[in-house]
């Protein structure tokens, strides 16, 4: 391979080998356990399986970044034009020895390959139930267009990992790509709950709340994105303040908030100033005060609905919610340990996928009656 081709599609049906070959593990299970079920019990038993892969695949991808791994391969699908690092040997050696800390070593290469490996037998699982959902769609209460626009999804998802890797990193790609992740979490989430069909009747300011909330953690998961992606997370030492200040000095916002950019690169081309480190890094805490508050506005209105299923719900954010402000200070109190740093991931994942399924099961006081009486008559018949 060309050492400056950073596109190779000749390794592309070995790969797509490689993720039948994985994907068929979970798809085995999948079948033998449910083979005789519901298409409805089916189809939620397999988008269950997915959404866990998912959630893995996103942690994984922050493994990836934290571990610098994101070039470990510098082409792709494969890895210098092959399908795993096995029969990129010769070329990798090449590299680690050339610049043995650099972007490119054995340790990189298989963790960016088995990051994609993953991301390629969710595709896989999504393709399934996608072509199962259009099959049974005359037995389902929904149509299958979840499934669709999820399977369009994971498609643009792997143009934003293809673009992460051929543009080098650059952060608001890679921001992008995890956001898209965190869809593809949500939208797994809501073709869950379709084929599940649990409706809870809430207050219509209840719902409001819970997707004003889902929009500020959003938004703090973007920001989080950002510090992440351009390495700001040291660049506030101390807390509650930042380097002994509770305003720093200096902060440069017009650089730090410049979207289109290389990664540590300025605007106009130069080296991104340290201070715009800092703002990046004070704006993503400051704004977390934001979340907080609307976290404890939505967990005491859904204290105060009486409801069990809305109460587990309201714990649940709490909890993790106050899980990330523990991760969160470690990062910044214990320089950044990799454990720390996958447990902040995993709990912006954790916030957005609670919050969509309480906003995919939440129902207007309008629809109260009739979901009582649906609940009541599936509670009739043993289906609750």
Known sequence: MNPHDLIDWAPVLRLAGVALAIAALPLAWWWVRHRGADPRVRLAALTTLTLFLTFDLIVFGSFTRLTDSGLGCPDWPGCYGEASPIGARDDIHAAQTALPSGPVTFGKAWIEMIHRYLAMTVGVLIVVMAAASWRARARLPHSPWWATATLVWVIVQGVFGKYTVTLKLY???????????????????????????????????????????????????ALGGWVSTNYAVLACRGFPDCNGQWWPAGMDFAHGFTVLREL?????????????????????????????????????????????????????????????????????????????????????????????????????????????????????????
Do not use: C, M
């Not at 995890?178 to 219509?204: C, K």
């Not at 990799?338 to 309008?366: C, E, F, K, N, P």
């Open 264 to 384: 540590g690169r300025a605007g106009h081309g130069g080296f991104l100033p340290f201070e715009a480190l800092v703002a990046i890094h004070w704006t993503h805490r400051a704004f977390a005060l934001a979340v907080f508050g609307g976290v404890g506005w939505l967990a005491a209105l859904l204290l105060k609905t009486g409801s069990p299923t809305l109460r587990r719900f309201a714990w649940a954010v709490v909890a993790l919610t106050v899980a990330q402000l523990l991760t969160g200070l470690s990062n910044v109190v214990l320089d950044w340990p990799i454990v720390a740093a996958l447990a902040h991931s995993a709990g912006a994942a954790g916030l957005v996928l609670t919050l969509t399924l309480l906003l995919a099961r939440a129902r207007g006081t309008a629809e109260s009656a009739g979901d009582a009486r649906h609940v009541a008559l599936r509670a009739a018949r043993g289906g609750a």
């Open 171 to 221: 952060p608001a790609i890679v921001t992008a790509h995890l956001l898209g992740g965190l869809l593809l979490l949500a939208l797994l989430a809501l073709q869950h709950e379709s084929y599940r069909d649990r409706p809870v009747a809430v207050a219509p300011r209840v719902r409001r709340a819970a997707i004003v909330v889902l929009a500020l953690v959003a938004l703090q998961v």
